[in-house]
């Protein structure tokens, strides 16, 4: 059996995304009222969005590595004459054979 690489996907940590979202706060406002209505709606609005940007990526992901497991399978297919001599497929064609049997019921008959 033949080992393939499976690609493989970085996907952003639970800190890596806190961090991020830390770095583009602005500093709190004199009116914290209004600033916390305002964040916490700004903090919903970025939960959505990254849990969209996740599920994009990892559908993505998927989708990436189910074309490469294809690309593989593809690959790794036998050739028409290694399936002709599985008898897998048939050699000869209907025409050939009925041909074939002709000619030897003609013989046959002789």
Do not use: Y
């Not at 033949?2 to 690609?7: H, R």
């Not at 209505?37 to 940007?53: G, I, Y």
């Not at 990526?57 to 590595?65: G, N, Q």
């Amino acid at each position: 059996s033949v080992l393939q690489a499976v690609p493989s996907v970085l996907m952003e940590t639970e800190e890596e995304k806190e961090n991020r979202d830390s770095m583009h706060q602005t500093p709190a406002n004199t009116h914290t009222l209004i600033t916390h209505t305002f964040s916490t709606h700004e903090e919903e609005d970025e939960e959505e969005e990254d849990d969209d940007d996740s599920l994009f990526t990892s559908t993505l992901a998927l989708r990436i590595l189910r074309k490469d497991s294809l690309a593989i399978k593809l690959s790794n297919r036998p050739s028409k004459r290694e399936l002709e001599d599985k008898n897998i497929l048939p050699m000869m064609t209907d025409q050939e054979r009925l041909e074939s049997r002709q000619q030897i019921g003609t013989k046959l008959t002789r």
